[in-house]
């Protein structure tokens, strides 16, 4: 995956996480959203990931993958962001 690709990944998640972070507020009323993950690869799924990617991706894979970088980020001294952290991780493992 190109350099290109991962920088579109990254801009896709921090637009999910400004829509995730609409939703935690508005629709759960400000709570904490246990079941992130899911949401997350659904809308990322809804808004064009499948295209930035060089294989095929399904909802529960891209969920998984989203829980396991969060774990892998939360490791680290926070650097660099998470957007950035995880569009690597999503490139490395599907590109």
Do not use: C
Request: proline share 4%; charged share 20%.
């Amino acid at each position: 995956m190109n350099r290109t690709n991962e920088a579109a990944i990254e801009h896709l998640l921090h637009r999910a996480g400004k829509a995730h972070g609409e939703y935690e507020e508005t629709t759960l009323g400000g709570v904490y959203d246990e079941a992130w993950p899911a949401w997350y690869a659904q809308w990322l799924l809804d808004h064009g990931f499948a295209l930035l990617v060089a294989r095929p991706v399904v909802l529960d894979m891209l969920s998984e993958m989203l829980a396991d970088l969060n774990a892998a980020h939360r490791a680290t001294d926070g650097s660099p962001s998470w957007p950035a952290f995880y569009a690597e991780g999503l490139a490395h493992r599907l590109g």
